[in-house]
């Protein structure tokens, strides 16, 4: 069974500073699909990345960049030069598909970051 | 566009009720998604449509009734609920329900049942 564990429930740092956000997974399957979404007190969820099982290059885009480690099953997400706006719940999910057709999203219990101005 | 629009924002209902939670996306998604979100937890999933036919049921009790009368559309119609059914309903689209497609989420419905 998939299970998406993120360690940290909640953290706060001073504006400005970096941050990173854990996340671990488990799955036995070797296609798989991991996404970050971010929820604003106002509670949508918003999609921030998704990476698949088979590329392993991190990724930045703007402040935002992401350490995918296939050997520690590992997607974590860090923010650099954080600002008051990056206060959310950050959640980390899971897909993977052992029967076609039968997907679903494991969600990660969240992070909940703020940010200290 | 990636907006998934869900109306009411909010909904308070008694417990004899009847009320309907409204969903609509206009990217061509083919699938649907219902969430439940009770606080301080993450989304739960309760039923997707996929191509307008219902392809999960989370075991879902009965007092919720999905509904997807076009590929836009997706209804959630509620009836005789309970006081922990309060929660924040969220509806979600995708391109496609396979693993590889992200998940667009609307902005949800905040119920409470008195």
């Known amino acids: 069974a998939q299970k998406v564990t993120q360690a940290q429930t909640e953290i706060s740092v001073v504006e400005k500073e970096d941050v990173t956000l854990d996340c671990v997974y488990e799955t036995r399957d070797t296609t798989y699909y991991l996404f970050w979404y971010k929820q604003p007190p106002s509670g949508e969820l918003v999609f921030l990345i998704r990476?698949?099982?088979?590329?392993?290059q991190n990724e930045i885009s703007g402040r935002y960049s992401w350490n995918f480690q296939k050997s520690t099953s590992s997607f974590n997400f860090t923010i650099t030069a954080s600002q008051v706006v990056d206060s959310a719940v950050y959640f980390c999910a899971l897909s993977e598909d052992p029967n076609f057709g039968n997907e679903k999203l494991t969600f990660g219990t969240g992070t909940r970051l703020t940010i200290i101005p | 566009d990636t907006e998934v629009t869900q109306t009411p924002k909010h909904l308070v209902m008694g417990m004899t009720n009847k009320k309907s939670l409204k969903c609509e996306q206009h990217m061509g998604h083919r699938a649907m998604y219902w969430y439940k979100q009770k606080a301080k937890k993450p989304p739960e999933l309760m039923f997707v449509?996929?191509?307008?036919?219902?392809?999960i049921n989370e075991s879902v009790p009965s007092r919720f009734s999905p509904e997807c009368p076009n590929s836009s559309l997706l209804n959630l119609h509620l009836h005789a609920l309970q006081p922990e059914d309060s929660a924040l309903y969220l509806c979600?689209?995708?391109?496609?329900?396979?693993?590889?497609?992200?998940?667009?989420f609307g902005p949800g419905t905040r119920l409470t049942v008195t």
């Open positions: 979600a689209s995708s391109y496609g329900q396979t693993v590889s497609y992200e998940q667009y």
């Open positions: 449509y996929s191509y307008e036919k219902l392809s």
């Open positions: 990476r698949n099982s088979f590329d392993e």
